[in-house]
């Protein structure tokens, strides 16, 4: 078998076997094929595309490339939750320990951020004291225990996907569906889970700008997770505008926990019922969408969920104080408001430049070498269908230095104030096949 057949088979639109993709992703990965030659391939897949039964041959080859986690011990369905990303995405912070405090098992491995703002282990490091590197037999005894943990990634949890990505990052072919769906998959399956709920986002500060792709990578990722006997179904949520209030590290911490007390903002509350009760559908802990989500509504309700967070945080270390004294957060040097040139109706937020604003003061990283100011970031008072008055404060600034010109530069230029302006629909479509 040579490489640069299998590149001209799949360069004519060819089907290749399970055997050529496992050719190709084993040689890859032991540095028998080379970066030119993996190009070569990759772009022939971005023109070609890919069957469902390639893609799954693709993802499978990729997630046992490296360490496949057992979570065997743990017992009962164990479930997990994974977002394509955008701005202003603390669901899984509130997500974990809601759906761990009805009883569904929470094996939650994440990554790190890089873009707009933290990850949800940075997000996690913004906690004094919280460990987000914990040992697989503690990984296991926690969620055994408590229902849930959340641990970054294994270094070598699909080490195929991660050498691929970097090079699709330079030879434009991140934006493939096919490539797409197997490195989100390859990483699900290798992560152990039983049953996966994804949250496909589309929008200005989504990766899939438009529903049409959005509801393509659903499909495909669901049919992925069946394929590979997980139970699988996919959201697919609106990013057109930042969800939540918070765009940052510390001060998203402190909307999760706001959220878990029942005060969070509606649309992320919304979004976390409608994934949490997913979750718990599938965790077989409630027959149907309508008791999970009661069942959710009620562990909030009766403070259950913040004791939980408060628990997972001494669990791995933290300081469960943070939950009642948010004070104690890393906080940022200044605070300093964007107010409204106009007044009028909020009619459009462009979601990515307005994490970009949130990267501009630290809160995430250009490159993965950067470090993240887990202090600094924004908070929106208005987002679109809001009524504003001239000089209202728009945009709360918290920055660690006093010229943030640059930064409201950024905020004006991407918040429109119109004479009309329509919340956007949350929930576009939720997919189970």
């Not at 930064?407 to 096949?433: A, C, F, Q, R």
């Amino acid at each position: 078998m040579r490489m640069v057949d299998l590149i001209k088979k799949k360069r004519d639109g060819k089907t290749l076997t399970k055997e050529e993709i496992d050719f190709i992703v084993d040689g890859y990965t032991s540095e028998d094929i080379t970066d030119y030659q993996m190009s070569a391939f990759l772009m022939s897949v971005y023109f070609q595309d890919m069957t469902d039964e390639e893609i799954t041959w693709l993802t499978t080859a990729m997630s046992q490339s490296g360490d496949v986690i057992d979570l065997s011990d743990i017992e009962g369905i164990k479930v997990d939750k994974h977002s394509t990303g955008g701005v202003g995405d603390t669901t899984t912070i509130v997500l974990a320990p809601l759906v761990a405090s009805v009883g569904a098992s929470v094996a939650k491995m994440s990554g790190r951020g890089l873009g707009h703002t933290g990850g949800t282990i940075d997000k996690l490091e913004a906690i004094p004291g919280f460990q987000v590197e914990i040992p697989n037999d503690q990984f296991t005894k926690l969620v055994n225990e408590s229902h849930v943990a959340v641990t970054g990634q294994s270094g070598n949890l699909a080490p195929a996907d991660k050498k691929i990505y970097a090079l699709r990052d330079v030879t434009a072919t991140v934006d493939s569906i096919p490539l797409i769906a197997s490195s989100i998959m390859s990483k699900k399956i290798a992560s152990g889970a039983d049953a996966i709920v994804l949250d496909v986002t589309t929008g200005d500060g989504a990766f899939m700008k438009n529903l049409d792709d959005a509801e393509r990578l659903a499909h495909t990722m669901v049919r992925i997770g069946h394929l590979a006997n997980r139970q699988t179904m996919a959201i697919i949520s609106d990013m057109s505008q930042p969800l939540g209030n918070a765009i940052g590290n510390s001060n998203e911490i402190i909307e999760a926990i706001d959220s878990l007390k029942g005060n969070g903002p509606e649309d992320l509350m919304e979004m976390v019922y409608v994934l949490g009760s997913q979750m718990v559908v599938l965790a077989k802990k409630a027959d149907t969408l309508e008791e999970a989500r009661n069942m959710l509504e009620e562990s909030i309700n009766s403070g259950a969920a913040v004791d939980k967070f408060k628990e997972m945080i001494r669990n791995q270390g933290g300081d469960d104080s943070i939950v009642d004294h948010p004070e104690l957060l890393p906080h940022a040097k200044y605070t300093i408001e964007v107010p409204a040139k106009k007044s009028g109706v909020v009619s459009k937020i462009v979601a990515d430049q307005i994490g970009v604003a949130a990267m501009m003061l630290g809160a995430g990283r250009r490159t993965k070498e950067e470090s993240i100011d887990y202090a600094v970031g924004l908070y929106l008072n208005k987002k679109v269908g809001d009524e504003v008055v001239e000089g209202e404060p728009l945009v709360t600034i918290q920055a660690n230095r006093e010229d943030v010109k640059d930064v409201m530069t950024v905020i004006y230029d991407n918040i429109e104030i119109g004479e009309s302006g329509e919340e956007p629909v949350l929930i576009h479509k939720i997919i189970t096949e």
